[in-house]
């Protein structure tokens, strides 16, 4: 199995890594600082550097399913590496850093908008909850006071880990209903921000909330009979 090594340290940008399979365009490896798209959040991109210096482009992230391997896709035309080969695979900080900050965003927006989520999703600049409320009750001002509040507050962020059977009798720690949290390992991982919230998550997140920066809600939409979805964006 693929050592995650971004659910310790969201922070770490690069490592040391051997390639396990090579095909169709796509690197698997055996430990890997690239996150895998799921959960709403984007696959990383990045590259991958060989001992002969020679680098390739990794354009998404992906997890295969049926072999549960991470697959870092290359850009067209790039000829992968060799099963076996010792490459350092080195994300694209910038982009991977706005993804923390946004996908921690929604953690607060949760802690606002006291609702059901249905469902989510993380951009290039902006991210979105969808919420089983009436519209009347999303308010832009007081979300949007509320969420940079708590960024303000500088809540710090911690992971803990439960076990499946933990999480089978605390429904509660699953609040996106279209996103069934990783399972597999025995064990899931929560995210946890202290007096704010408490919920399964995979994703990557930042240390401190004043990290995330201010953030503006940039649009409030119907989304079908029920769906509401608040969409924020980060203000600088």
């Not at 984007?42 to 072999?67: F, K, M, N, Q």
């Not at 390992?185 to 920066?213: F, K, M, N, S, Y």
Request: proline share 4%; net charge neutral; with cysteine.
């Amino acid at each position: 199995m693929v050592e995650l090594l971004y659910r310790d340290d969201p922070y770490l940008k690069a490592c040391e890594a051997t390639v396990v399979a090579a095909r169709d365009g796509a690197v698997a490896l055996d430990r890997t600082v690239f996150y895998a798209m799921g959960g709403g959040q984007p696959g990383d991109s990045g590259s991958l550097t060989l001992e002969d210096g020679r680098s390739l482009r990794v354009v998404d992230t992906r997890r295969d399913s049926a072999s549960d391997e991470v697959l870092h896709l290359l850009a067209p035309e790039q000829v992968p590496p060799a099963t076996g080969a010792r490459l350092r695979a080195e994300i694209d900080w910038t982009r991977r850093h706005r993804h923390m900050r946004l996908h921690t965003a929604l953690h607060l927006l949760c802690a606002v908008v006291r609702a059901p989520v249905t469902g989510g999703r993380i951009a290039e600049d902006k991210a979105h909850l969808d919420f089983d409320i009436e519209m009347e009750m999303l308010v832009k001002a007081k979300i949007e006071s509320g969420v940079n509040a708590l960024v303000d507050a500088g809540h710090r962020t911690r992971t803990v880990w439960v076990s499946d059977a933990e999480l089978d009798a605390r429904p509660d720690l699953v609040k996106t209903m279209s996103v069934a949290p990783p399972r597999g390992e025995g064990r899931v991982r929560l995210l946890e921000i202290p007096g704010v919230d408490l919920q399964a998550c995979g994703g990557t997140h930042v240390a401190d909330t004043r990290e995330i920066g201010a953030l503006v809600v940039a649009r409030i939409r119907s989304e079908g009979r029920r769906n509401r979805r608040v969409t924020l964006s980060i203000a600088q």
